[in-house]
Protein backbone atom coordinates (compact mmCIF):
# COMPACT_ATOMS: atom_id res chain seq x y z
CA UNK A 1 0.00 0.00 0.00
CA UNK A 2 1.00 3.75 -1.06
CA UNK A 3 1.47 5.65 1.87
CA UNK A 4 0.24 9.49 0.72
CA UNK A 5 0.24 12.03 2.97
CA UNK A 6 -0.71 15.81 3.19
CA UNK A 7 0.80 18.55 4.89
CA UNK A 8 -0.78 21.49 5.44
CA UNK A 9 0.49 24.97 6.16
CA UNK A 10 -0.11 28.45 7.70
CA UNK A 11 -0.89 29.61 10.96
CA UNK A 12 -5.18 30.64 9.40
CA UNK A 13 -5.18 27.22 9.04
CA UNK A 14 -3.69 26.08 12.17
CA UNK A 15 -5.93 28.38 14.23
CA UNK A 16 -9.22 28.26 12.46
CA UNK A 17 -9.33 31.26 10.23
CA UNK A 18 -9.96 29.69 7.47
CA UNK A 19 -11.56 26.13 6.64
CA UNK A 20 -9.23 23.92 4.93
CA UNK A 21 -11.39 22.91 1.94
CA UNK A 22 -7.96 22.07 0.33
CA UNK A 23 -7.76 19.02 2.21
CA UNK A 24 -11.19 17.81 1.61
CA UNK A 25 -11.01 18.01 -1.67
CA UNK A 26 -7.76 16.31 -1.84
CA UNK A 27 -8.63 13.28 0.21
CA UNK A 28 -11.30 13.12 -2.60
CA UNK A 29 -9.66 13.23 -5.65
CA UNK A 30 -6.76 11.10 -4.16
CA UNK A 31 -9.50 8.52 -2.93
CA UNK A 32 -10.71 8.15 -6.53
CA UNK A 33 -7.55 7.53 -7.65
CA UNK A 34 -7.16 4.23 -5.49
CA UNK A 35 -4.96 6.33 -3.35
CA UNK A 36 -6.71 7.05 0.19
CA UNK A 37 -5.05 9.54 1.97
CA UNK A 38 -3.07 7.63 4.85
CA UNK A 39 -3.27 10.95 7.25
CA UNK A 40 -2.76 14.68 7.15
CA UNK A 41 -0.77 17.48 9.72
CA UNK A 42 -0.98 20.55 10.12
CA UNK A 43 1.69 23.25 11.19
CA UNK A 44 1.78 26.84 11.66
CA UNK A 45 4.33 29.48 9.62
CA UNK A 46 6.98 28.58 11.97
CA UNK A 47 10.59 27.59 10.15
CA UNK A 48 11.43 25.10 13.29
CA UNK A 49 7.69 23.49 12.70
CA UNK A 50 8.29 23.09 9.32
CA UNK A 51 11.10 21.59 9.10
CA UNK A 52 10.80 19.46 11.88
CA UNK A 53 7.54 18.03 9.69
CA UNK A 54 8.89 17.39 6.74
CA UNK A 55 11.86 15.49 8.47
CA UNK A 56 9.38 13.32 10.56
CA UNK A 57 7.16 12.85 7.71
CA UNK A 58 9.80 11.85 5.40
CA UNK A 59 10.50 9.02 7.03
CA UNK A 60 7.19 7.50 6.93
CA UNK A 61 5.24 8.58 4.05
CA UNK A 62 5.93 7.27 0.57
CA UNK A 63 4.24 10.62 -0.66
CA UNK A 64 3.95 13.53 0.97
CA UNK A 65 1.52 16.67 -0.34
CA UNK A 66 2.72 20.19 1.03
CA UNK A 67 0.15 22.98 0.70
CA UNK A 68 0.86 26.61 1.26
CA UNK A 69 3.34 28.68 2.07
CA UNK A 70 4.85 29.41 -1.69
CA UNK A 71 3.53 33.01 -1.70
CA UNK A 72 6.00 36.42 -2.13
CA UNK A 73 5.67 37.22 1.88
CA UNK A 74 7.57 36.46 4.28
CA UNK A 75 5.64 34.13 6.31
CA UNK A 76 5.74 31.95 3.21
CA UNK A 77 8.29 29.82 4.68
CA UNK A 78 7.73 26.33 2.50
CA UNK A 79 10.64 26.44 -0.13
CA UNK A 80 13.40 27.72 2.60
CA UNK A 81 11.94 25.19 5.09
CA UNK A 82 12.80 22.67 2.36
CA UNK A 83 16.32 23.01 1.17
CA UNK A 84 16.65 23.36 5.52
CA UNK A 85 15.65 20.42 5.98
CA UNK A 86 17.34 18.57 2.77
CA UNK A 87 20.52 20.18 3.82
CA UNK A 88 20.51 22.49 0.00
CA UNK A 89 20.18 25.89 -0.90
CA UNK A 90 17.50 28.00 -2.73
CA UNK A 91 18.37 28.14 -6.54
CA UNK A 92 16.57 30.70 -8.52
CA UNK A 93 15.14 29.22 -11.56
CA UNK A 94 15.49 32.20 -14.29
CA UNK A 95 13.04 30.73 -16.62
CA UNK A 96 10.15 30.65 -13.96
CA UNK A 97 11.47 34.45 -13.30
CA UNK A 98 10.94 35.73 -16.56
CA UNK A 99 7.47 33.85 -16.88
CA UNK A 100 6.32 35.72 -13.70
CA UNK A 101 7.89 39.09 -15.24
CA UNK A 102 5.35 38.43 -18.40
CA UNK A 103 2.57 37.04 -16.19
CA UNK A 104 2.36 40.70 -14.59
CA UNK A 105 3.83 42.75 -17.51
CA UNK A 106 0.50 41.39 -19.26
CA UNK A 107 -1.43 43.08 -17.01
CA UNK A 108 0.23 46.34 -16.76
CA UNK A 109 2.04 45.79 -13.72
CA UNK A 110 5.74 45.94 -12.59
CA UNK A 111 6.22 42.68 -10.70
CA UNK A 112 7.68 43.56 -6.78
CA UNK A 113 10.63 42.45 -5.48
CA UNK A 114 9.10 40.44 -3.38
CA UNK A 115 7.96 38.12 -5.72
CA UNK A 116 11.57 37.09 -6.78
CA UNK A 117 11.21 33.89 -4.19
CA UNK A 118 8.62 32.41 -5.81
CA UNK A 119 11.59 31.04 -8.05
CA UNK A 120 13.88 29.63 -5.86
CA UNK A 121 13.44 26.07 -4.90
CA UNK A 122 15.41 23.76 -3.19
CA UNK A 123 18.93 22.82 -5.59
CA UNK A 124 17.98 19.54 -7.41
CA UNK A 125 14.45 19.94 -6.69
CA UNK A 126 11.58 19.15 -10.01
CA UNK A 127 9.82 22.21 -10.62
CA UNK A 128 6.15 21.76 -11.44
CA UNK A 129 4.29 24.42 -13.66
CA UNK A 130 1.55 26.40 -12.01
CA UNK A 131 -0.40 27.52 -15.40
CA UNK A 132 -3.26 30.23 -13.46
CA UNK A 133 -0.41 31.60 -10.74
CA UNK A 134 3.19 33.15 -10.03
CA UNK A 135 3.73 30.40 -7.47
CA UNK A 136 5.82 27.41 -9.21
CA UNK A 137 5.68 24.17 -7.45
CA UNK A 138 8.36 21.78 -7.29
CA UNK A 139 9.17 18.02 -6.10
CA UNK A 140 11.93 16.52 -4.36
CA UNK A 141 13.47 13.55 -2.66
CA UNK A 142 13.62 13.47 1.09
CA UNK A 143 14.91 10.18 3.36
CA UNK A 144 11.89 7.64 1.98
CA UNK A 145 9.45 9.96 0.59
CA UNK A 146 8.49 11.86 -2.68
CA UNK A 147 7.32 15.11 -1.78
CA UNK A 148 5.48 17.94 -3.68
CA UNK A 149 5.13 21.39 -2.31
CA UNK A 150 1.72 23.46 -3.54
CA UNK A 151 -0.01 26.32 -3.34
CA UNK A 152 -2.53 27.34 -0.83
CA UNK A 153 -4.44 29.21 -3.34
CA UNK A 154 -7.47 26.76 -4.04
CA UNK A 155 -7.57 27.26 -7.75
CA UNK A 156 -3.61 26.92 -8.39
CA UNK A 157 -3.73 23.94 -5.63
CA UNK A 158 -6.25 21.50 -8.36
CA UNK A 159 -5.25 22.47 -11.18
CA UNK A 160 -0.80 21.52 -9.63
CA UNK A 161 -2.77 18.74 -8.33
CA UNK A 162 -5.17 16.97 -11.63
CA UNK A 163 -2.37 18.41 -14.19
CA UNK A 164 0.95 17.78 -12.92
CA UNK A 165 0.70 15.50 -9.54
CA UNK A 166 -1.60 12.67 -10.57
CA UNK A 167 0.33 12.20 -13.47
CA UNK A 168 3.48 11.74 -11.72
CA UNK A 169 2.30 9.40 -9.76
CA UNK A 170 0.44 7.30 -12.03
CA UNK A 171 3.68 7.41 -13.82
CA UNK A 172 5.78 6.19 -11.11
CA UNK A 173 3.35 3.58 -9.19
CA UNK A 174 1.23 1.10 -10.45
CA UNK A 175 -1.74 2.05 -8.16
CA UNK A 176 -4.77 -0.46 -7.56
CA UNK A 177 -8.19 0.15 -8.51
CA UNK A 178 -9.95 2.23 -6.31
CA UNK A 179 -11.94 1.24 -3.73
CA UNK A 180 -15.66 1.22 -3.74
CA UNK A 181 -17.91 3.51 -1.47
CA UNK A 182 -21.57 3.45 -2.21
CA UNK A 183 -23.84 6.49 -0.74
CA UNK A 184 -27.17 7.92 0.27
CA UNK A 185 -28.21 11.06 2.06
CA UNK A 186 -30.91 11.34 4.37
CA UNK A 187 -32.89 13.55 6.43
CA UNK A 188 -34.84 13.02 9.06
CA UNK A 189 -33.82 10.50 11.36
CA UNK A 190 -30.97 10.36 14.10
CA UNK A 191 -27.50 9.05 13.31
CA UNK A 192 -27.80 6.73 16.28
CA UNK A 193 -31.48 5.78 15.50
CA UNK A 194 -30.19 4.64 11.65
CA UNK A 195 -27.16 2.92 13.39
CA UNK A 196 -29.04 0.92 15.24
CA UNK A 197 -31.00 -0.61 12.47
CA UNK A 198 -27.96 -1.07 10.25
CA UNK A 199 -25.67 -1.87 12.63
CA UNK A 200 -26.94 -6.01 12.36
CA UNK A 201 -26.20 -6.14 8.96
CA UNK A 202 -23.48 -8.67 8.15
CA UNK A 203 -20.81 -7.06 6.12
CA UNK A 204 -18.43 -8.42 3.45
CA UNK A 205 -14.59 -8.96 5.14
CA UNK A 206 -12.85 -5.53 4.10
CA UNK A 207 -16.21 -3.69 3.90
CA UNK A 208 -16.82 -0.87 6.81
CA UNK A 209 -20.44 1.05 7.31
CA UNK A 210 -19.76 4.72 7.85
CA UNK A 211 -21.88 7.84 8.97
CA UNK A 212 -21.33 11.02 8.32
CA UNK A 213 -23.31 13.77 9.86
CA UNK A 214 -23.98 17.27 8.57
CA UNK A 215 -26.40 19.69 9.98
CA UNK A 216 -29.41 18.90 8.25
CA UNK A 217 -28.38 16.03 6.64
CA UNK A 218 -26.61 12.45 7.67
CA UNK A 219 -24.82 10.86 4.82
CA UNK A 220 -24.04 7.02 4.92
CA UNK A 221 -21.94 5.13 2.93
CA UNK A 222 -20.42 1.57 2.08
CA UNK A 223 -16.74 1.35 1.75
CA UNK A 224 -14.66 -1.23 0.61
CA UNK A 225 -12.14 -3.05 -2.43
CA UNK A 226 -13.99 -3.26 -5.32
CA UNK A 227 -13.00 -6.43 -5.68
CA UNK A 228 -15.98 -7.16 -3.15
CA UNK A 229 -18.47 -5.28 -5.35
CA UNK A 230 -21.29 -7.70 -5.42
CA UNK A 231 -20.97 -8.82 -1.95
CA UNK A 232 -21.17 -4.87 -0.86
CA UNK A 233 -24.10 -3.82 -3.35
CA UNK A 234 -26.35 -6.71 -2.08
CA UNK A 235 -25.65 -5.10 0.96
CA UNK A 236 -26.33 -1.70 -0.36
CA UNK A 237 -29.70 -3.24 -1.38
CA UNK A 238 -31.14 -3.87 2.36
CA UNK A 239 -29.46 -0.18 3.48
CA UNK A 240 -31.39 1.44 0.45
CA UNK A 241 -34.42 -0.61 1.57
CA UNK A 242 -34.45 0.30 5.40
CA UNK A 243 -33.82 4.00 4.67
CA UNK A 244 -35.88 4.33 1.99
CA UNK A 245 -38.06 6.53 3.61
CA UNK A 246 -35.86 9.08 4.83
CA UNK A 247 -33.49 8.91 1.83
CA UNK A 248 -33.74 12.02 -0.13
CA UNK A 249 -30.87 11.01 -2.48
CA UNK A 250 -28.07 8.71 -3.70
CA UNK A 251 -24.28 9.30 -4.76
CA UNK A 252 -23.31 12.53 -4.27
CA UNK A 253 -25.38 14.70 -6.44
CA UNK A 254 -27.43 16.58 -4.06
CA UNK A 255 -30.73 17.51 -3.31
CA UNK A 256 -30.93 21.03 -5.94
CA UNK A 257 -29.91 18.98 -8.33
CA UNK A 258 -32.30 15.95 -8.07
CA UNK A 259 -34.91 18.17 -8.17
CA UNK A 260 -33.87 20.14 -10.89
CA UNK A 261 -33.21 17.22 -12.89
CA UNK A 262 -37.16 16.02 -12.20
CA UNK A 263 -38.79 19.18 -12.97
CA UNK A 264 -36.82 19.71 -16.01
CA UNK A 265 -37.34 16.05 -17.08
CA UNK A 266 -41.45 17.04 -16.27
CA UNK A 267 -41.63 20.31 -17.88
CA UNK A 268 -42.50 21.89 -14.68
CA UNK A 269 -41.35 25.11 -13.15
CA UNK A 270 -41.17 26.36 -9.79
CA UNK A 271 -42.14 29.69 -7.79
CA UNK A 272 -40.86 30.17 -4.57
CA UNK A 273 -41.52 32.63 -1.49
CA UNK A 274 -39.37 33.06 1.44
CA UNK A 275 -39.68 34.61 4.84
CA UNK A 276 -37.46 32.85 7.32
CA UNK A 277 -34.96 31.54 5.39
CA UNK A 278 -34.02 34.64 3.97
CA UNK A 279 -33.19 33.82 0.46
CA UNK A 280 -31.25 30.72 1.14
CA UNK A 281 -33.68 28.07 -0.45
CA UNK A 282 -33.52 30.56 -4.04
CA UNK A 283 -30.08 30.60 -3.49
CA UNK A 284 -29.76 26.65 -3.08
CA UNK A 285 -32.32 25.83 -5.73
CA UNK A 286 -30.83 28.31 -8.41
CA UNK A 287 -27.54 27.11 -8.05
CA UNK A 288 -28.11 23.94 -9.20
CA UNK A 289 -30.31 25.51 -12.08
CA UNK A 290 -33.73 24.40 -10.82
CA UNK A 291 -36.39 25.80 -13.05
CA UNK A 292 -37.60 28.88 -11.80
CA UNK A 293 -40.38 31.07 -12.50
CA UNK A 294 -40.25 33.38 -9.57
CA UNK A 295 -38.53 33.82 -6.47
CA UNK A 296 -39.88 36.21 -3.90
CA UNK A 297 -38.57 37.39 -0.49
CA UNK A 298 -40.91 38.91 2.41
CA UNK A 299 -40.71 40.43 5.58
CA UNK A 300 -41.49 38.12 8.96
CA UNK A 301 -45.43 38.82 8.91
CA UNK A 302 -47.87 36.58 11.45
CA UNK A 303 -49.52 34.38 8.81
CA UNK A 304 -51.97 30.91 9.89
CA UNK A 305 -50.77 28.04 8.17
CA UNK A 306 -54.37 28.30 5.85
CA UNK A 307 -53.33 31.72 4.38
CA UNK A 308 -50.48 30.86 3.58
CA UNK A 309 -51.44 27.88 1.81
CA UNK A 310 -53.84 30.31 0.14
CA UNK A 311 -51.28 32.55 -0.67
CA UNK A 312 -48.73 29.57 -2.21
CA UNK A 313 -52.04 28.71 -4.18
CA UNK A 314 -52.17 32.47 -5.53
CA UNK A 315 -48.29 32.81 -6.38
CA UNK A 316 -48.43 29.74 -8.50
CA UNK A 317 -51.41 31.50 -10.48
CA UNK A 318 -49.74 34.64 -10.86
CA UNK A 319 -46.48 33.00 -12.17
CA UNK A 320 -48.46 31.05 -14.52
CA UNK A 321 -46.77 27.66 -13.17
CA UNK A 322 -47.92 24.34 -11.52
CA UNK A 323 -45.94 24.59 -8.84
CA UNK A 324 -45.09 26.80 -6.19
CA UNK A 325 -43.24 26.39 -2.41
CA UNK A 326 -43.34 29.20 0.17
CA UNK A 327 -41.40 29.27 3.78
CA UNK A 328 -43.12 31.50 6.28
CA UNK A 329 -42.09 33.60 9.88
CA UNK A 330 -40.69 31.73 12.26
CA UNK A 331 -43.02 32.59 15.38
CA UNK A 332 -42.17 31.52 18.50
CA UNK A 333 -40.30 28.34 17.25
CA UNK A 334 -42.40 27.73 14.99
CA UNK A 335 -42.09 27.95 10.92
CA UNK A 336 -44.78 26.77 8.48
CA UNK A 337 -43.90 25.79 4.74
CA UNK A 338 -46.63 25.23 1.94
CA UNK A 339 -46.54 23.21 -1.38
CA UNK A 340 -48.83 24.28 -4.25
CA UNK A 341 -49.28 21.50 -6.97
CA UNK A 342 -51.46 20.37 -9.83
CA UNK A 343 -52.88 17.77 -7.41
CA UNK A 344 -53.22 19.52 -4.50
CA UNK A 345 -52.06 22.29 -1.94
CA UNK A 346 -50.13 20.98 1.27
CA UNK A 347 -48.89 23.04 4.11
CA UNK A 348 -47.23 22.03 7.33
CA UNK A 349 -46.51 24.00 10.35
CA UNK A 350 -43.76 22.41 13.01
CA UNK A 351 -41.97 23.30 16.00
CA UNK A 352 -38.27 22.62 16.54
CA UNK A 353 -37.91 20.83 19.73
CA UNK A 354 -35.09 22.31 21.20
CA UNK A 355 -32.95 25.59 20.85
CA UNK A 356 -29.64 24.14 20.45
CA UNK A 357 -29.03 25.41 17.07
CA UNK A 358 -28.24 28.80 15.67
CA UNK A 359 -29.91 30.72 13.28
CA UNK A 360 -28.02 29.59 10.44
CA UNK A 361 -28.70 25.39 10.58
CA UNK A 362 -31.93 26.40 11.58
CA UNK A 363 -32.38 27.96 8.38
CA UNK A 364 -30.74 24.87 6.77
CA UNK A 365 -32.90 22.66 8.43
CA UNK A 366 -35.94 24.48 7.23
CA UNK A 367 -34.58 24.99 3.59
CA UNK A 368 -34.63 21.13 3.52
CA UNK A 369 -37.68 20.48 4.83
CA UNK A 370 -39.28 22.80 1.84
CA UNK A 371 -37.08 20.63 -0.56
CA UNK A 372 -38.08 17.14 0.76
CA UNK A 373 -41.85 18.19 0.52
CA UNK A 374 -41.42 19.29 -3.02
CA UNK A 375 -39.37 15.79 -3.55
CA UNK A 376 -41.73 13.19 -1.96
CA UNK A 377 -44.68 14.66 -3.85
CA UNK A 378 -42.47 14.35 -7.46
CA UNK A 379 -42.20 10.17 -5.75
CA UNK A 380 -45.42 10.44 -4.77
CA UNK A 381 -44.62 9.36 -0.96
CA UNK A 382 -46.64 11.39 1.73
CA UNK A 383 -45.67 14.98 1.36
CA UNK A 384 -46.30 15.90 5.47
CA UNK A 385 -43.67 13.87 8.00
CA UNK A 386 -42.05 13.93 10.94
CA UNK A 387 -38.42 15.32 10.89
CA UNK A 388 -36.52 13.79 13.78
CA UNK A 389 -36.16 16.61 16.28
CA UNK A 390 -39.00 18.94 14.61
CA UNK A 391 -42.51 18.22 15.44
CA UNK A 392 -45.49 18.21 13.09
CA UNK A 393 -47.76 20.59 14.67
CA UNK A 394 -50.53 21.55 12.15
CA UNK A 395 -51.17 19.40 8.53
CA UNK A 396 -53.74 21.25 5.74
CA UNK A 397 -54.29 19.75 2.34
CA UNK A 398 -56.61 21.61 0.01
Known amino acids: MIRVEMLATGDEV?????????????????FRHGLPMTSRTTVGDAMSSLVEALQSRSQVADVLIVNGGLGPTSDDLSAQAAAVASGTELVLQQEWLEKMEAWFASRGRVMAPANRKQAEIPAGAELIDNPVGTACGFAMQLNRCWIFFTPG???????????????????????????????????GRGESDIAAELEPLPLPDGVVMGYRSSMPVIEIKL???ASQRVAMEQVWQQVKLLLAECTIF????????????????????????????AGLLHWQLAAAQVPLSAAELLPAREESLEAQVTRTRQLAAQQGTVLALSVGDLQEGEV????????????QRVKFTHGRHNVETRQKVVAMMAMNMLRRWLHGSEVSTGHGWIDVLETVKR
Open 250 to 277: EGTEGLPAVLARELDQRGFRLALSEQYT
Open 14 to 30: LHGQIVDTNAAWLADVL
Open 153 to 187: VPSEFKVMIEQQIIPRLQARFTLPEPPLCLRLTTF
Open 223 to 225: TGP
Open 336 to 347: SIALHTPEASWG
